[in-house]
């Protein structure tokens, strides 16, 4: 069974830009959840997709968004980039219920210049 | 909200030694406790997981004991190997409502032969 997939692997871009971010869960898999990973921050949870509905929101500010499509695949989109959006993007997918077991991808590393 | 407090890295030790990762939480109500493990250039994974007070979780060697009376989820080993070498994160789920995983800073830990 293919694993989460992460696509692209490394971005570069500059401030002021948009970026999307592309994640293929698990097949069967309904949830997608995204985080941020930064040396200092640890991971910060940005937000979870079920069923192509949001089901819970971190504390990320609006220029971070994301949808799920009718296959459970998700697209996360960070507008007007910023230094500081500079990080390690995972996605992790799971069956759906509370605190399944989640399943990681190797992540989408974005260096904003 | 809910937070966990992992102790900080880098960690060091040698081959076959004795190691423990401190990971203590806050939390209301009764959340499930997890540890997550990153290996150079992959996404987390699951390492083990703890539902209740004073169950223990065990996977490939490493423990850790749900103790709600101390908050904590301390990560044992007793003998290490090169290929431990990763990052370890404390997690927590659950407790009031809260349905998204929240994660430690991460603990670096390298195995020298």
């Known amino acids: 069974k293919a694993g989460v997939t992460q696509t692209p692997r490394y971005l570069i871009k500059t401030r002021g830009q948009q970026v999307t971010l592309s994640c293929s869960p698990i097949s069967g898999h309904r949830s997608v959840s995204w985080y941020q990973q930064t040396p200092g921050q640890g991971l910060q949870f940005l937000f979870e997709y079920f069923s192509e509905t949001q089901r819970n929101k971190g504390n990320f500010p609006g220029r971070f968004s994301g949808r799920q499509f009718s296959n459970s695949r998700s697209e996360m989109n960070v507008s007007t980039l910023e230094l500081g959006d500079s990080a390690l993007y995972l996605c992790?997918?799971?069956?759906?219920?509370?605190?399944?077991?989640?399943?990681f991808g190797s992540g989408t590393q974005l260096s904003v210049l | 909200g809910n937070s966990v407090t992992q102790m900080e890295g880098p960690v060091t030790l040698s081959e076959e030694a004795f190691l423990t990762i401190n990971c203590t939480y806050t939390?209301?109500?009764?959340?499930?406790l997890f540890w997550y493990v990153q290996y150079p250039g992959e996404g987390l994974q699951l390492l083990l997981k703890?539902?209740?007070?004073?169950d223990k979780g065990s996977n490939k060697g490493f423990e850790a004991t749900y103790r709600k009376e101390t908050t904590s989820f301390h990560l044992e080993k007793g003998s290490v190997q090169v290929s431990d070498s990763a990052v370890y994160f404390c997690a927590l789920g659950g407790g009031s409502g809260n349905e998204k995983l929240t994660f430690g800073t991460g603990t670096r830990l390298t195995i020298i032969p």
């Open positions: 939390a209301t109500g009764y959340p499930s």
């Open positions: 992790a997918s799971s069956l759906g219920g509370a605190f399944e077991k989640l399943f």
């Open positions: 703890a539902t209740k007070a004073d």
